[in-house]
């Protein structure tokens, strides 16, 4: 879900773990050409959507780590993968939060139109699909993304 730390902890897990990261909106934006809310603009959410299905099959094989879009698990299909070719570590905290940390979410065309307030409903609704593709969950609630990135990378360690 945006807001919650997927960038910066992912980031930050690759480089504990020595590997590449992969972020599907920087890679969305760079096979688009254009910024994410142009791509949004011009093709609407479901040509996003198509691209970003793109990009995470691309990582499909490697060892990066991958920060999704919070909608990624909108489509089955992307989850299925995400399920056989890796682990899925689901970041949470409660959309009051959330709307803290994206302010009024210029840049976030989920948000056009109803901003932040946009947010409660949105994660209620994706909830059940975080849960279910997710094979480790972690509240970022009152933690720092070093503190996350550290519980990804010692879980990471004890399950392989």
Same mark, same amino acid.
């Given at each position: 879900?945006?807001?919650?730390?997927?960038?910066?902890?992912?980031?930050?897990?690759?480089?504990?773990?020595?590997?590449?990261?992969?972020?599907?909106?920087?890679?969305?934006?760079?096979?688009?050409?254009?910024?994410?809310? +142009?791509?949004? !603009? @011009?093709? &609407?959410?479901?040509?996003?959507? #198509? *691209?970003? %299905?793109? /990009?995470? $099959? =691309?990582?499909?094989?490697?060892?990066?780590?991958?920060?999704?879009?919070?909608?990624?698990?909108?489509?089955?299909?992307?989850?299925?993968?995400?399920?056989?070719?890796?682990?899925?570590?689901?970041?949470?905290?409660?959309?009051?939060?959330?709307?803290?940390?994206?302010?009024?979410?210029?840049?976030?065309?989920?948000?056009?139109? +109803?901003?932040? !307030? @946009?947010? &409660?409903?949105?994660?209620?609704? #994706? *909830?059940? %699909?975080? /849960?279910? $593709? =997710?094979?480790?969950?972690?509240?970022?609630?009152?933690?720092?993304?070093?503190?996350?990135?550290?519980?990804?990378?010692?879980?990471?360690?004890?399950?392989?």
């Amino acid at each position: 879900m945006m807001g919650v730390g997927k960038t910066t902890v992912g980031r930050l897990v690759a480089g504990r773990l020595q590997r590449p990261f992969v972020d599907l909106d920087e890679a969305v934006a760079a096979a688009a050409g254009r910024p994410i809310p +142009e791509v949004f !603009a @011009a093709e &609407g959410e479901p040509g996003f959507r #198509r *691209r970003e %299905a793109a /990009a995470l $099959a =691309a990582t499909a094989g490697t060892a990066a780590v991958v920060a999704c879009g919070g909608g990624v698990v909108g489509d089955p299909v992307n989850v299925d993968l995400m399920r056989r070719r890796g682990r899925v570590v689901w970041l949470e905290a409660p959309a009051a939060v959330l709307a803290g940390r994206v302010g009024e979410g210029a840049g976030r065309p989920l948000l056009a139109g +109803e901003g932040v !307030a @946009a947010l &409660g409903p949105l994660l209620a609704a #994706r *909830r059940a %699909a975080y /849960a279910a $593709a =997710a094979d480790l969950r972690v509240d970022t609630t009152t933690r720092s993304p070093e503190e996350v990135a550290e519980e990804v990378v010692r879980w990471w360690s004890e399950s392989r």
